[in-house]
């Protein structure tokens, strides 16, 4: 699920903190602020192929439309604690600021579940009871995720809700998240060409979402809702906080002030506008934090360091200056021009002004070149000897801040909890 609060008491309260993820990342929430303003040019931009699903989003609709969704199955409460043998801690996936997600079983064709462990695998979320915000953003995930249907999306399979139950079950997708890969020891480290892949996928996730007739600004997007699939395909999950994006002539709109602190774009936790530059801002520092293997927050460091941003952002723009960021657990293995190339597209979506960020679309553009300077390196036409992209010798990591720069003062505490790998 997305990022709330836990209690709709916490809402007027200004940068207030709210329930923690496994991440340990803390959410954020201000009371919504000012009006629209006027764009002539707001985008109309034909998408990547996919676009047709989400063409004609009709929100909002009432609580009966949505849960009445065809091709959404309504899981008993019962049939969800025989999938996941009565939620069995060792089935335990992953806990987030709302609740714990388990493994699950279900047969392929009838969805209802298998004692034997045999079948299809899913994810079920179950969330703690948490009020009415809960219930608002588990309605909100199901809108969204029974209307929009693409490869880079995770798949709702169906839902549960009776009583105070409210769960959610999805495919199941076995690399788990990128947070997982990108930042916990054991897994074997994400090689080059794989962050890559896996940007591009999120990328494709967000410009379809963008570029839909009605568009949809994601609002929380993080290394720890990026999902993988077994391939590292990128599936973009959480859509608790997913909000409409501006229509006509509007350039943002005015919300309460949700999402997760290192992520959030700082126009948006300054004055509660959104658009989807807003998500864009937020891509950027995904691309940093593959960039260096870094948390886009990190209250174990000191100073600067402690937030990616204000810390990595100096570095990108400069040939000279980024090797001194790479993550060293690439051990020099990425070709030094498309780390330049991904750089230099991390400092664009990081922009302070929304205006100057690029499109998702054009974001995806990029990458994609990227991809395909490789594929021609590996296939080069016949008469054409390839050229090896330069390799880095491995970087010695230079912790070296701007000078006299103090700590971000951001007012907004973080806790850490801790996440399982699986
Ligand atoms: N469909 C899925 N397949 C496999 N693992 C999943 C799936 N959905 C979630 N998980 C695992 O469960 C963890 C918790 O997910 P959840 O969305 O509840 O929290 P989060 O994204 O870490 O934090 P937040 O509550 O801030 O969104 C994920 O990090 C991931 O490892
Ligand atoms: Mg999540």
Known sequence: ??????????????????????????????????????NPSSPAVQGNGFKSSAQA???????????????????AFNELKIATRNFRSDNLLGEGGFGYVYKGWIDHQTLTPTRSGSGMVVAVKKLKPEGFQGHKEWLTEVN??????????????????????????????????????????????LSWATRIKVAIGAARGLSFLHDAESQVIFRDFKASN?????????????????????????????????GTQGYAAPEYVATGRLSAKSDVYSFGVVLLELLTGRRALDKSKAGIEQSLVDWGKPYLGDKRKLFR????????????????AVGTLAHQCLSSEPKARPRMANVLDELEKLEDLKNAAKHPPSRHKSIPAPLLPSPLRQHRSPANLTPSASPLPTHRHSALVH
Request: glycine share 8%.
């Open 325 to 340: 960021i790479m993550d060293t657990k690439l051990a020099g293995q990425y070709p030094q021009k498309a780390a330049f």
């Open 144 to 189: 969204y995720l029974s209307q929009l249907h693409h490869p880079n999306l995770v798949k709702l399979i169906g839902y549960c809700l009776e009583g105070d139950n409210r769960l959610l079950v999805y495919e199941f997708l076995p690399k788990g998240s990128l947070e997982n890969h990108l930042f916990r020891r054991g897994p074997q480290p």
């Open 1 to 38: 699920m997305g990022n709330c609060l836990d209690s709709s008491a916490k809402v007027d309260t200004f940068l207030s903190s709210n329930p923690t993820s496994a991440s340990g990342v803390s959410k954020i929430t201000t009371t919504s602020l000012t009006s629209h303003t006027s």
């Open 57 to 75: 989003l009709p929100t909002p609709r009432s609580e009966g439309e949505i849960l009445s969704t065809p091709n959404m199955k309504t899981f």
């Open 226 to 258: 990026v999902l993988l699939d077994a391939e590292f395909n990128a599936k973009l999950s959480d859509f608790g906080l997913a909000k409409a994006g501006p229509t006509g002539d509007k350039t943002h709109v005015s919300t309460r002030v949700m």
